[in-house]
Structure formats: C-alpha cells, structure tokens
C-alpha cells in the first residue's frame, strides 16, 4: 500500500491530463476493440493523452483478458497506475442468486452476504475489482422495470441488506484476496421515478427522503461501500449528478462518504438533456462541481476539464481532489502493489466459477427467497397422495432456462437447472418417488401475437412461436391433456424476462392473454393446478389468485432455480420467503405500500362508506401485503410484552413474544417487528419495520423472540425540520407480516 506522503508525492508528479484521466471511465472496447458503445458515449471523442491514462474500464472480463488489458496499459501510463476494473454483478458472476428483489423476501441479511461474498469471490477469479452493487433504491412502484434490483419497499429492509451486501462483497480488507469494492446505488431516490417510467422525475419533500429513501444508501455508507454512484433521476429539480445538497451536503458532510462518487452511465452528459446545462462544459462544470469524481463513458471530463482549469473557470483543486480520490481507491484496493489483484484466485479462475459450494449457496437463497401466496392444502406434493401417479409440468417455463435471471452478463444458460431438471432430480434423490411419471408440456409462449421487446442486446423480439413454427392450439390441447391424466399439475408462468430491469417499465402488470388463457383451460381440466410464477416484480393476477389451488412467487430465482422450486414444492423445504414488496390488486392502486401515512378520513377495511380514501371501484388494500409468506406449518404467537412501560426519550426498549410451531412440520418464521408513533409534530407513518428475525421452529417448539428498539429507530423528521425523538405514546406491533393490527403493546417515552 502506498502511504499518505507516496499518494501526495505521486499526485504532484502527475500532469493536469493524468488527473483527469483518474476521472473517466470507458467501457472496454477503448481497450480490447470490442463491445461498442450505446447512448450519447458513441459519439465520444477522447484526446489520447487523457485516453492513456484514464483509471477505469466497464464491464470487461476473464482472467486472461484483463491481465493484458492490465499489463498493456500499465507499460503506457506515465506513473505506472494501474487500473480499475468494474462490472455490473447484480445478483451474481456465474453462479446466480435470485434478484435482489427476491433475496429480500428471504429476510435473511446473513445468507445476503454469503451470496455477495460468493459472488465477489468468482469476480475476483475473473479479474474485476469493483461491482456496481448493492442498490438500495426503496420502491414502492411496481411498473418500475429496475424494482427487481431492489430489495424492496421498507426503508429498514432496504438498510440491512445493502450493508449485508457490502460487507459480503469487500469481506474484511480490500486488500485481501477474493473480495471485490462495492459501489452503492444509485443515489439518491431513484426507485420513486414518476409514474416508474424509468430515468424519471423524482419531486418528494425533503421529509419523506430523509425519512424513507436515504437512510438505506446510509446504511451502505456506514458499512463502508468504497463507491457510490449517482443517480439518472432529477431530485427536486436538480439531477443528480448536479446536485451539490445531495453529494457535497448530505452524502460527503453529513455522512462522512471519502470514497469514490461516480456517475451513473452517461449522466454526466444527460445533464444536457435534462436541460440544466447548455453544453458540455456547462455539464462538466456542474457535475465537478457537485462532487462527482468519476465520468461513467461520457465524452465530458475527458473533453472539456482540461481546457476549463486551464482558463481558470474551474478550480484545479476540485481535479486534484477528486483524482485523489480515485487513486487511494485503487490503493485501498491493493492494486499498487499488485495490479492483478487477485491473482491465486485468477489461476483458479474455472476451478471457482459455479462449483459446487457457491451453487449451494445459490440453491439456499432461492429456496429461502420463494413465497407461498397461497395453499389451499394441496402442497406440499407427496407422492402417497398421487393415485394417478403423474405430475404434468406445463407452462412456457416448464423448460426454459430464462427462468433464473435478469441481469446476469456472466451467467452460462446452459448452467441454469431448469423446472424439468429440478423435477426429475427431485423424484430421483428421494425413493418415495419412485414410478412417478412427470409429463411436460409449454402450452403457451411467454408473448401474445404482435408483442414486441427491445432486448438489451440483438433484434427486437416478436412472439417467438410464430417464428419457430409453433401451432398454439395444437400446444394448448396437449397441455390440457396432459392436465387431465395428471394428479396435480404445476403450472408455471411469468412475464418475458425483457420485462424487467433498465428501461423495462411497463404500465400493464398483468400475465400475457395467452398465458391467461392457459390457466383457464389447465384449472379447468384439473382443479389441482399449483402456480409457479416467474417474474421481477410484482404481477397483477386477480383470477389466478381466486381459483388455482396454490401459487408460488418463484421470482427470478438464479441458476439453481429449478430444483429450488421443485424442492419446495414436494415439500423438501418448507416456504419461508416473505414478500419484500406488496402487490397491488390492480395498476391503479399503484403506489400500495404499508407504511403509508395515515389520513384524516382512513377507509375501514371492507367499508363501502364514500367519504373516506379509497377508490370507488376497489378498495385500498393490496393483493398481497408487505411481509406476507405461507408456511407449511402453523406458526402461532403470544402477546407483546415489554421490559418498561416508560422510558427516557434517549433510552432503548425491549419487546418480545412468545412464536410456537403450532403445526405438524418443522419450518422458519420470520417474526416481524413494527413500531407506531401514535402522534407527531409531522404526521406518522401507520407502522414501520425495525426488527425481524428469522427463527427455526420444530412442531410444538416455542421461542422467546425479542427485539431492541434504540433510540435512533425512533428519529423522525420533526415540524422543525430537525431528525429528532419526539416524547409520546408508541406502539410496538409484533406480528407475521404488515397487517399486524391486534397483537400490539403501548409503551410511553417521557
Ligand atoms: C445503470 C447502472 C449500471 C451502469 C453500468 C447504467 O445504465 O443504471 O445501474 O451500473 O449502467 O453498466
């Protein structure tokens, strides 16, 4: 490592172009030659000299590859800096976890850091250094394509699995092997784009920021994320990548961030577009000026810094500062005493990606990420019960190995366990199984005729079956068929994987027709129809939800999805996911969150009363709520007692429960804690999360489940502006999801 005096020294021998070289990154094909360029950055034109010593490639990697990459441009650079590699490993290298979306449904921030550990350990063995995870964007909108890269819709959620992904991801030091930076995003609030069309306005009041979106990216920070990256999204006005409050005042003052600000893909530039600068200048001057050390592929910092500090109109010291930044990053990331990093794990590169451990991993977040919406007793599925003998697996997912992700460029389709697979792996591990026929059939495409996706990369697709030559009819009989000769049939659904993420915002939640019309006639011929739904959101399926016998949110579970599922189906493992964000009943309930403020004409549920806030052709509940999840079993729980019953406005309090296995199989609860200011200088939310724990209960089994409720859970934004505790009456719900309403305990803070 480099010391303090080395850093400065090494900053005083570099020139005005070398500086602002530490400011940009491109993507890879500056380097390799392949890969082009999207968006504004194809119309780059950077000078060579700044081109030479630029600090940072995207989305480059393979071992071999980038140690050329490394060693080439090294031998150029004029101080020998080495470079950073960064990439986009979302949830998962090669061995994939379920979306980030679904890894909140298992409400498990220890099992969130064994997948980022896993995946930073595979990035390692592939050359990069830095991942542009954890996001930690709250969401409450569902049409908003980017909610499966979240966590979800709960502020106290959001924290405890973007700090348990960083702290996954850049393991004790970063100087040790097999560990990776993380880069926290994307700051700040850009999950609340209006209307969740993507890149959108975010206008809210300073009170529901503070309150509700920025204390996840906190959290990161105060876990030591060694990146942060600005957001597309104007915040009240001002982009992100402008906004001096955001970065300089809140993110660098109050929170005491010192590493790395980098701007998200070509926003610098796009300041233009959101019309806050003229040109390129006007932007470069803006974003420097906002804290913004690092151009993500756009011509800006390379085009116009260099001119504008020489004729004086910025200051040098905002390049020195900001080229500082950059270089003790790569210090703290060990790259100047090795510029591979780390290289044990690059020899192992093959012998690491996807072995059996980390798919192991992968398998247990899956299995612990799937939600049980509903059982009306036929799952789990048991051989005994089958007097037919047959399980038909029908559905476009039946076989499709898109089923496991969304956003996983390092991903090996052919890797990915498909239904089928984690069927028959099912049936043949465990004898009781034996002679039992599995039938397969698609039945319908995932597409309706004339439906278009633009693909993140390729030609835009158009219902596939028509170009494979597929008779629909002819594949819907067979279906209905093999749902006729089968005791139960699993049926698995979901939206095109193009559905979700960047750019992927849709303003209908609903399943295909087609696939609509599948489950009518498959429900129709057997009754016994269990749902497995594929998506990276939360869908909208009132008939489903009404008339199947089951249904499983498998979400985008990763490569190990097909036998997770078929696990949890023939009851090998007992569901235990919980959602991490509500469904809404229809579009136009959207948003539907539970820690809604209260009104001053609240609906009771059920009422048809009509001057109250709800909508006259629905009412305001979701589908599913927030924290919602089936078991196998039967979880019952005691009432809540505390250890005071007053306390001083600067102590803690304890609550707990009693939570018994109630039922006949053993299984996870997660009990949920939420607490109530019951009257405020600024008005309240109706409950908000600040415990959960996930407990292991065999039947009959009770445990003590308490909670510490500090002082800082209970800050709030007051009628002064000021992030306070404010004396009064509290309610401490403890409950198995969101709608705890009865099992509460009123304590008082003097
Ligand atoms: C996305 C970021 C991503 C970046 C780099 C952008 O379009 O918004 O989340 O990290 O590209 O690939």
Redesign the pocket.
């Known amino acids: 490592m480099l010391s303090r005096e080395q850093l400065d020294q090494l900053l005083g021998d570099m020139s005005l172009e070398e500086k602002i070289g530490q400011m940009i990154q491109l993507t890879g094909y500056y380097f390799t030659g392949s890969g082009g360029e999207t968006g504004p950055a194809s119309e780059m034109r950077i000078p060579e000299d700044i081109l030479k010593s630029t600090a940072s490639v995207?989305?480059v990697t393979g071992a071999k590859r980038l140690k050329e990459v490394q060693e080439n441009y090294i031998k150029e650079n004029p101080h020998r800096i080495p470079l950073v590699f960064m990439a986009?490993v979302i949830h998962g290298f090669r061995t994939v976890f379920p979306i980030p979306l679904a890894q909140g449904c298992s409400f498990d921030p220890q099992l969130v850091k064994e997948c980022a550990s896993v995946a930073a350990r595979e990035s390692a063995a592939a050359g990069l250094h830095v991942t542009?995870s954890s996001m930690a964007d709250l969401v409450r909108d569902p049409r908003w394509g980017r909610c499966m890269e979240s966590t979800g819709e709960d502020v106290y959620l959001n924290g405890q699995m973007a700090r348990a992904a960083v702290e996954g991801y850049q393991g004790e030091s970063l100087t040790d092997e097999g560990t990776i930076g993380a880069c926290l995003?994307?700051f700040a609030g850009y999950g609340a784009a209006e209307g969740g069309r993507d890149y959108n306005t975010v206008d809210m009041s300073e009170l529901s920021l503070r309150e509700q979106y920025l204390p996840a990216y906190r959290e990161a920070v105060k876990a030591g994320t060694a990146l942060v990256?600005t957001s597309?999204n104007t915040v009240n006005g001002i982009p992100a990548s402008a906004n001096r409050w955001l970065n300089e005042e809140i993110l660098r003052k109050e929170w005491g961030f010192d590493g790395v600000l980098i701007s998200?893909?070509s926003a610098i530039y796009e300041l233009i577009f959101h019309g806050v600068a003229e040109n390129e200048e006007e932007a470069g001057k803006l974003a420097v000026e906002a804290g913004v050390d690092m151009d993500?592929v756009s011509p800006v910092y390379g085009g116009t810094l260099k001119k504008m500090a020489e004729e004086g109109r910025i200051s040098e010291e905002l390049i020195d500062r900001s080229a500082r930044r950059v270089l003790e990053l790569k210090n703290r990331l060990g790259l100047f005493d090795s510029p591979f990093r780390s290289e044990k794990w690059m020899e192992r590169e093959e012998e690491i990606m996807h072995c059996e451990c980390h798919r192991r991993t992968a398998r247990k977040m899956a299995e612990e990420s799937m939600v049980l919406l509903k059982n009306d007793g036929i799952l789990p599925v048991r051989p005994e019960n089958l007097s037919k003998k047959t399980v038909a697996l029908i559905g476009p997912y039946a076989r499709s190995r898109e089923l496991g992700s969304v956003w996983s460029m390092f991903l090996q389709e052919e890797e990915v366990v498909n239904l089928e697979e984690g069927f028959n792996n099912a049936f043949t591990e465990d004898s009781d199984w034996m002679g039992i026929r599995l039938l397969v059939e698609e039945g319908a495409p995932i597409l309706d005729p004339g439906e278009e996706l633009t693909p993140f990369k390729g030609p835009i697709l158009v219902n596939d079956w028509k170009e494979k030559g597929i008779d629909r009819e002819e594949a819907l009989a067979r279906a209905v068929k093999a749902a006729k000769e089968a005791d139960v049939v699993i049926l698995a659904l979901g939206e095109h994987k193009q559905y979700s993420g960047?750019g992927a915002s849709k303003a209908s939640l609903r399943l295909s027709k087609g696939q609509q019309h599948l489950f009518e006639e498959v429900n129709q011929a057997n009754p016994n129809t269990v749902v497995v739904l594929f998506s990276g959101r939360p869908l909208i399926f009132p008939e489903i939800k009404q008339k199947a016998a089951a249904v499983l949110q498998a979400w985008r579970p990763g490569t190990e999805g097909g036998d997770a599922v078929a696990r949890v189906l023939t009851g090998k493992v007992n569901p235990s996911g919980r959602l991490s964000m509500s469904f809404p009943k229809a579009e136009g309930q959207i948003p539907v969150y539970y820690n809604h403020l209260r009104t001053g004409r609240p609906a009771q549920e059920g009422s048809r009363e009509r001057f109250v806030s709800t909508y006259r052709d629905l009412d305001g509940e979701p589908a599913y709520p927030f924290g919602y999840g089936l078991s196998y079993t039967e979880f019952s729980y005691g009432s809540v007692s505390t250890n005071k019953e007053e306390y001083g406005l600067m102590e803690e309090i304890q609550a707990c429960v009693v939570v018994e296995n109630t039922g006949k199989i053993p299984g996870y609860e997660v009990v949920q804690c939420y607490v109530q200011d019951m009257v405020g200088s600024t008005a309240r939310p109706v409950r908000e999360l600040k415990g959960f724990k996930r407990i292991w209960l065999e039947p009959g089994e009770k445990e003590t489940v308490s909670f510490t409720i500090t002082e800082e859970q209970t800050r709030m934004i007051t009628g002064k502006g000021t992030w306070e505790t404010e004396p009064g009456t509290f309610r401490i719900y403890i409950g198995k999801d969101s709608r705890v309403t009865d099992n509460f305990k009123e304590v008082i803070k003097r």
């Open positions: 995207l989305n986009d542009f995003k994307h990256m597309f998200d893909y993500m960047e």
